[in-house]
């Protein structure tokens, strides 16, 4: 196999399309958005992009049949606008990678006219939120002033050590080629799956395109973890009266 071997599944005719990504990341911010998308949306898988530098493993489908680990792109319609969504479980394992990857991502997003690209994704915070703000950073002071009118913050020196992997590159070799590009982080403590972080982030995406969708089941998601980080919470709790009593225990 090639170091990235694209299989064609279809080609569809799209009407200025955006590219939005969504690939594994911090609290799988990215992932959680691209999925529901494609949930929520009628979409057609376009691209299956292959190589060697994904995890060398198969995955094993509910049928018992297998297939070899790869990042794919879909294409659907939120209201008026043509998108590309590329998603998979997995980002390239090693420097080289993420550049030869983004490179194929940028080279299939020409053949169908991309002209503007939203790379999103989590920014840990290292600690549970209550109120979710939505990070960005873009290619140009225009695509910045459009996402601030979307609610979009942007800080001086966030997020720390820039943003890696896909995300990054997007930006900045898409840049180079010519891309307006963004990338939407929602803050997330960088402990669990953050499905709310994930809701806020496709809140200013939807804003941004301009379409609708329905959240119900990222927010039933929400439910499920804020049940998991009340224990977790709970947990806690127990283990520091634990460790308090044995202190007054040792003291006296």
Do not use: W
């Not at 943003?163 to 010519?178: C, E, H, Q």
């Not at 119900?216 to 127990?238: N, P, T, Y």
């Amino acid at each position: 196999m090639d170091e990235v071997d694209i299989e064609i599944v279809a080609d569809p005719e799209l009407e200025s399309p955006v590219l939005v990504e969504g690939l594994p990341g911090v609290g799988h911010v990215g992932k959680l958005v691209a999925e529901h998308l494609l949930e929520e949306k009628e979409s057609e898988l376009v691209r299956r992009v292959y190589s060697e530098y994904l995890p060398p493993q198969v995955s094993v489908e509910d049928d018992g049949t297998t297939e070899l680990v790869c990042i794919e792109l879909y294409a659907l319609t939120l209201d008026e606008q043509d998108v590309l969504v590329l998603t998979g479980d997995y980002q390239a394992q090693d420097n080289a990678g993420h550049y030869r990857l983004t490179n194929a991502f940028l080279d299939t997003a020409e053949e169908f006219g991309v002209e503007k690209i939203f790379a999103l994704g989590g920014v840990p915070t290292g600690e549970l939120i209550e109120e979710y703000a939505v990070l960005g950073a873009a290619t140009s002071t225009e695509f910045v002033d459009e996402l601030e009118d979307a609610g979009v913050e942007f800080r001086e020196d966030e997020p720390a050590g820039g943003i890696v992997g896909t995300s990054g590159l997007l930006l900045g070799m898409g840049g180079r080629r010519g891309f307006d590009a963004a990338c939407l982080m929602g803050e997330t403590s960088g402990y669990l799956v953050d499905p709310k972080s994930a809701q806020s982030v496709l809140e200013v995406l939807q804003d941004t395109l301009g379409f609708e969708v329905d959240f119900g089941s990222l927010e039933d998601r929400a439910e499920e973890m804020e049940e998991v980080v009340g224990k977790i919470e709970e947990m806690e709790a127990q283990q520091t009266a634990v460790a308090s009593d044995d202190d007054l225990r040792y003291i006296g």
